[in-house]
T-cell receptor, first 113, second 115 residues
Framework: GQQLNQSPQSMFIQEGEDVSMNCTSS?????WLWYKQDPGEGPVLLIA?????ELTSNGRLTAQFGITRKDSFLNISASIPSDVGIYFCAGAYSGAGSYQLTFGKGTKLSVIP | KAGVTQTPRYLIKTRGQQVTLSCSPISGHRSVSWYQQTPGQGLQFLFEYFSETQRNKGNFPGRFSGRQFSNSRSEMNVSTLELGDSALYLC??????????????FGPGTRLTVL
């Protein structure tokens, strides 16, 4: 089945630093989604990407849909303590009625004040 | 607009029992998907329901089943519970109106513990 490799697994950064994480897939997707999950809660959608090469921002977050359609990147600028959590990438290929998300294993972000 | 709601939030069951989890999607959303989240396997797709029909199914045994009602609310059932079924079960809803839009919005999850 499809595999998503998300890296890094965890990050410890100083408040104010920028963060980068990425996902690569063995298959092509036509949608990339980025989620953030806090302990005991469900994932919250941060950014959705629908076209190869697309670059989309949401506040301090910027994500890109790779041109090969097999990868995506998420950047967080000027990190703050509330950025702490687990970030997941998810890919989907909606064709022939298929409508399921394949998730990466997550990047756990810790921010040191 | 209210978000996705899941009940109950926490459940404790013993091996061999069965359990039913409930999910109410965002108003106007007609697709409901279920995912299992464990520390070892991460988030794994169970199945998706749209217009009261199961549209996709993940690689889980037949003990895992679900259904969707005419108001788009969905239930998930797990029979003959095993210790390994302990997990956070997440429900996600989506509009599913356009093939190019796959945004799914998650509920808070139901934490199932099997003893």
């Amino acid at each position: 089945g499809q595999q998503l490799n998300q890296s890094p697994q965890s990050m410890f950064i100083q408040e104010g630093e920028d963060v980068s994480m990425n996902c690569t897939s063995s298959s092509i997707f036509n949608t990339w989604l980025w989620y953030k999950q806090d302990p005991g809660e469900g994932p919250v959608l941060l950014i959705a990407l629908y076209k190869a090469g697309e670059l989309t921002s949401n506040g301090r977050l910027t994500a890109q849909f790779g041109i090969t359609r097999k990868d995506s990147f998420l950047n967080i600028s000027a990190s703050i303590p509330s950025d702490v959590g687990i970030y997941f990438c998810a890919g989907a290929y909606s064709g022939a009625g298929s409508y399921q998300l394949t998730f990466g294993k997550g990047t756990k972000l810790s921010v040191i004040p | 607009k209210a978000g996705v709601t899941q009940t109950p939030r926490y459940l404790i069951k013993t091996r061999g029992q069965q359990v039913t989890l409930s999910c109410s999607p965002i108003s106007g959303h007609r697709s409901v998907s279920w995912y299992q989240q464990t520390p070892g396997q991460g988030l794994q797709f169970l199945f998706e329901y749209f217009s009261e029909t199961q549209r996709n199914k993940g690689n889980f045994p037949g003990r895992f089943s679900g259904r969707q009602f005419s108001n788009s609310r969905s239930e998930m059932n797990v029979s003959t519970l095993e210790l390994g079924d302990s997990a956070l079960y997440l429900c996600a809803s989506a509009v599913r109106g356009r093939a190019s839009r796959n945004e799914q919005f998650f509920g808070p999850g139901t934490r199932l513990t099997v003893l």
